[in-house]
């Protein structure tokens, strides 16, 4: 029990590094793009990994670095992709959009009527928060932000193996050195990182800290103790402090509408949360 609290609270707090980490990386775009911002943040993050943690590499088996790998990969297509999505669209409307990647794993690893109808509610949330009548709809950025979503999943159930076979620091860490090497010649490619400046620098590490040293490490302590259900539909809570985060630092309004189908992804949330538990005991 104590073990699932303090997994509920890392991931709690992950969401709002995460979403703050977000905010402050949209303000970076115009200076160096969404590929110059998501590469300072998975580089800088894989150079402060192995700072303070050093895998002992030599001790590795195939099989973690097979894991090490895909997991990296989901991370750094997941941050790529998303970042491109919120160039073009509000941060809370493409956090909500992408939470379409661990909603559907959580249908698919579900084997309650309870679990599936908490997990339609978020659906529900999802296609209000679209705004399907307006003519100013980027088709595209709805589309990166699902995109990122599926990759989403993929970093869910990644980290939930790679979890339970090593060490959560080390799988981190390796796997932030996998999205590195994975991120690097889409920058070169790009150019705008080039563009760097120490005040730029700067943000970039507090947006390294906040939005990927930190999280990763506490989901992956989370990842161990909780399952990847429960863990998938916890992180609706996403939508709610991506939407916060874009309205107190950006500037972001969102409808009316779009505030009711925050709060149906967080009742889904909430109730899968708390019956999840109480249906153990």
Known sequence: MKKTNTAISATLLAIICVQGGASIAKQLFPAIGAIGTVTLRIV???VLLMIINRPKFSEFTRQKWLYCAIYGIGLAAMNLIFYLSIQRIPLGLAVTVEFAGPLFLAIALSRKLLDVMWALLACVGILLIVPWKSNHIDLLGLGLAFLAGLFWAVYIVMGGKVAKIMDGKDAVTTGMLFASLIIIPFTLWDGAV????????????GVA?????LPFSL???ALKNLPAKTFSIL???EPAFAALSGFIFLAENLTFLQWISIACVI???IGTTVFGKAAKH
């Open 194 to 205: 080039f563009n760097l400046t120490p005040t730029i620098f700067l943000k970039g590490l």
């Open 267 to 269: 009742t889904a949330s």
């Open 235 to 237: 992180m609706s809570l």
């Open 209 to 213: 800290i906040l939005s990927s040293a």
């Open 219 to 221: 989901e992956m302590m």
């Open 44 to 46: 800088l993050s894989a």
